[in-house]
């Protein structure tokens, strides 16, 4: 297909009296949180019944990407943005689905699956008055959720693939300059401004150049990327192909881990739909310019994210990092002058042309502009998928969207940026965060992993669990990381088994310092984050564990015992019954007692207490 | 031409040089492990760090890499510097114990006592990958690589198999800088990388001199006759 503005015009008539047909849309989440909690069910058996019911010509049943509240997963959203239906068929699969159809054909709303808020008095009908929604500003997600990730003729009338034909109207180097005034920054972790970027990879000699979009997101607890691929991928697409022609390459790459087998299978069909659409291709929109993309599957080394490792790996060489005195935009895959961006920075380039840099550089703080898609995870409420304005303090993040602390327990850190990124105490809670201010705490945005703890999250265990990931992704090339990290990860195991020694925070701050400006790669840089912002904000609790031999938020085994308080147990039996180990002794409504010698420490027994009557100590 | 400070001395070079090449040829003593005058380096065992000032940016680079610019201030021995220096040796000195090199340099850098439990199945083996070039680049046949990542790290033959394309040349355990490639010559068999080799013996003065496998690599690519080859070095 030959396309142009009036084949977009065409796709969209079409398309909207395809829909006026339906009296009834029915959105399912079928993002991977949603799918791992049964929303694939949901779909296949509300298919069923609209079919033996005849409705299929009226009701149209989606499966769309990440709707983002995947704690109250699977969600099923009716109409625009009318009603929001969580955890559907999790408590009962054949009520769930004639419930909806109740909804469908009655307009009868089912309260018990209503979103309720935290104080259980109010439930929400509609998404846009639930507090994690309203707190929002959806741009890069603006469509997950809402299209068929599969069916281009929906992302191109949803106004999909007019910022190209807009951005092949105009010359190279005035996106360049939109892009620069844009004040987009690289999403990927590093915050470098985005035009900048182009520009260079622009005025680098060579003919042939390269764009690329690093999808090989691998911070744990973090799913930006990959929920942008999966609900989204004609997104990054589109960007990336404005940016070759902005660029002057013809040929873009994808790098998506292999584990993400849904954004890999989408972002296939999503750049088989694109050049069967002839918006990849030759002759892009009769403009003379050709661009095509190539998808690289990455096998799962965290290191790989790192933009000259990735380069590596995509000549097929082992994904070690290279000095970057060249720059991989004058020198990057096969010596050629490379663009890489994250993928949620192509997402964003869309956005910037369809409604002009202005508009773009009008949202978030002077030195961070637009908005940050997060994973808000943790010890939160509502964790799932945020993206909001630069410049929302974490109280805002944590608090209005995140709805709190689960337990309403105590809020203690944020861990942000990923295993190379810091933690970040409860005195930083008004803190607007953007690239500059995360940074300047020790912490970074990296690619947007937000993790919350609570009092019961013990910080020398937090840093050794980071350092535990450091060290099995450390690519192993150059010594300062690949024999420090594991040396730091000794030295905070030994703090948590109670065999520290006086002079480990200072040890740890030396090979931390060394580590840091020594090693090769950002990566192995930034690992010793973790361990210096821990130390920073929270120095007491590894001195408690080295000089007193005690873990204050009771995590540590080796430094802690669970007993019952024989004035408060009830001999409930609920501690006996969920002891892994059977070591808790106790007839029924008689104290109970733990043998210490075959407690294991799991805490299953502080935790199902409804008495308080087990004490970590 | 580029001019540059070293430790707040002029110096000169062409464009292209690295930091590392002036400073040896101004007769500055910048430690080394992974660097190879031939192979270059790759920036592996970060020994030759050095701190580059320019206006108010610092930054640690390895002097085998950074390619000299005019107006920089280089320090080859700044605090940070000599730290790092500290810190990988140390690091170094637990992974190696049985490095007489290592201990050499560490001692210079009066460290003597390494903090950390000492390995004992890394041999004398510091990654830095100069056995991989020397077979790739040198001898042109690549059966060594390294496999597995982070401290497991380990350099090896393609599946820890004897290698199918390895000659048996040796070339590898001659360039190793810490002398931990074990190479073996007994009973007219050469071991190398868990692989055996007959060795050729001389028509003229019947001594064992190569693995007949490498002077038939030779023959194969530079057309000399095989019998040619078989006559040793100092027969010829």
Not at chain 1, 343 to 351: D, G, Q
Not at chain 2, 23 to 46: F, M, Q, V, W
Not at chain 2, 119 to 142: A, H, P, W
Request: net charge neutral; with cysteine.
């Amino acid at each position: 297909m030959n396309m142009s503005l009036e084949q977009l015009d065409s796709i969209t008539a079409r398309y909207t009296n395809r829909m006026s047909y339906y009296t009834k849309i029915v959105r399912i989440c079928c993002g991977t949180g949603c799918v791992s909690s049964g929303s694939l069910q949901v779909y296949e058996g509300l298919k069923k019944i609209l079919e033996e019911k005849g409705l299929t010509e009226t009701v149209l049943v989606k499966q769309t990407g990440c709707h983002g509240l995947c704690e109250r997963g699977p969600i099923v959203v009716l109409g625009n943005d009318e009603i929001l239906y969580q955890s559907v068929g999790k408590r009962n699969i054949e009520d769930d689905i004639s419930a909806l159809i109740d909804t469908i054909s009655d307009n009868k709303i089912i309260e018990r699956m209503l979103y309720q808020g935290e104080d259980k008095t109010k439930r929400y009908i509609s998404p846009k008055d639930i507090p994690f929604y309203a707190g929002q500003d959806r741009i890069v997600l603006s469509l997950n959720g809402i299209i068929d990730a599969e069916d281009i003729e929906e992302y191109i009338s949803l106004g999909g693939y007019r910022g190209l034909y807009k951005a092949l109207l105009m010359e190279p180097a005035e996106i360049i300059d939109w892009i620069d005034k844009s004040g987009l920054r690289g999403r990927g972790g590093g915050g470098f401004p985005t035009g900048t970027k182009w520009r260079s990879c622009r005025n680098a000699p060579g003919e042939v150049k390269y764009v690329v979009a690093n999808g090989d997101e691998g911070d744990p607890g973090a799913f930006m990327d990959r929920s942008l691929m999966e609900g989204n991928p004609h997104g990054v697409i589109e960007g990336m192909i404005i940016g070759g022609y902005a660029i002057g390459s013809n040929q873009g790459f994808i790098y998506v881990r292999d584990e993400y087998p849904l954004a890999v299978n989408r972002l296939i069909k999503a750049i088989e739909s694109a050049r069967e659409y002839g918006l990849l291709g030759k002759n892009i929109f009769d403009s003379g310019f050709d661009f095509d993309i190539k998808i690289f599957r990455g096998g799962g080394a965290f290191v790989c994210g790192e933009s000259t490792a990735l380069m590596s790996s995509i000549e097929g060489k082992s994904g070690e990092p290279r000095a970057k005195y060249i720059h991989t935009v004058e020198k990057g895959i096969w010596e050629k002058p490379t663009n890489l961006n994250n993928v949620e920075t192509w997402a964003c380039v869309p956005h910037i042309i369809n409604k002009g840099w202005e508009w773009f550089a009008s949202i978030g703080t002077p030195h961070s502009k637009g908005t940050k898609v997060f994973s808000l995870v943790g010890k939160v409420k509502n964790t799932g998928l945020i993206e909001v304005p630069m410049g929302i303090t974490l109280r805002e993040i944590i608090y209005d969207l995140g709805g709190g602390i689960q337990g309403n327990r105590r809020f203690k850190a944020v861990q942000t940026g990923g295993p190379s990124g810091g933690c970040i105490p409860e005195a930083y809670l008004e803190m607007p965060v953007d690239f500059d201010s995360l940074t300047r705490l020790g912490s970074m945005m990296g690619s947007g992993g937000m993790i919350v703890m609570d009092e019961r999250n013990c910080m020398v265990d937090v840093a050794k669990y980071f350092l535990k990931f450091l060290v099995e992704e450390s690519c192993g090339k150059c010594t300062p990381c690949r024999e420090g990290v594991r040396r730091m990860y000794e030295i905070v195991d030994r703090i948590c088994n109670g065999e520290g020694q006086r002079g480990d925070i200072h040890h740890l701050e030396e090979l931390a310092h060394a580590i840091s400006l020594g090693s090769l790669c950002g990566l192995g840089q930034s690992a010793p984050n973790p361990v210096l912002s821990t130390i920073k904000y929270f120095r007491d609790e590894y001195t408690i564990h080295i000089e007193e031999k005690r873990c204050p938020a009771g995590v540590c085994k080796a430094l802690i015992r669970f007993i019952i308080l024989p004035d408060k147990c009830t001999g409930c039996m609920r501690c006996s019954a969920e002891c892994p180990a059977h070591c808790i002794k106790g007839d029924k409504k008689e104290v109970h007692v733990i043998d210490e010698t075959l407690c294991i420490k799991c805490g299953n027994c502080y935790d199902v207490c409804r008495f308080d009557a087990v004490m970590i100590e | 031409m580029v001019e540059f400070k070293i430790n707040g001395r002029k110096v000169q070079g062409e464009k292209g040089e690295t930091i590392l090449d002036v400073a040896k040829r101004e007769g500055y003593d910048i430690p080394t492990l992974c660097y190879h005058e031939k192979l270059g380096s790759d920036g592996r065992c970060r020994l030759c760090i050095v701190e580059v000032q320019r206006g108010n940016r610092r930054r640690f680079v390895t002097s085998c890499l950074f390619p000299i610019e005019n107006n920089i201030d280089v320090y080859i021995d700044s605090k940070d510097v000599i730290l790092i220096r500290k810190t990988i040796l140390e690091l170094l000195l637990a992974r190696c114990p049985g490095s007489e090199i290592i201990q050499h340099l560490a001692a210079e850098y009066d460290v003597t006592e390494t903090r950390y439990t000492k390995d004992i199945d890394k041999g004398k083996c510091i990654l830095c990958g100069q056995c991989i070039r020397t077979c790739e680049s040198i001898v042109g046949v690549s059966a060594l690589c390294m496999s597995g990542k982070g401290p497991a790290k380990k350099v090896t033959t393609p599946f820890d198999e004897p290698s199918d394309v390895c000659i048996g040349c040796g070339a590898c355990a001659v360039v190793c800088p810490t002398g931990h490639i074990y190479i073996e010559d007994r009973g007219g068999y050469r071991t190398i990388w868990r692989k055996k080799f007959e060795l050729a013996r001389c028509p003229q003065c019947n001594r064992l001199h190569a693995p007949i496998e490498q002077l038939e690599f030779i023959s194969k690519k530079t057309g000399v006759n095989i019998d040619e080859l078989m006559i040793c070095q100092n027969c010829k």
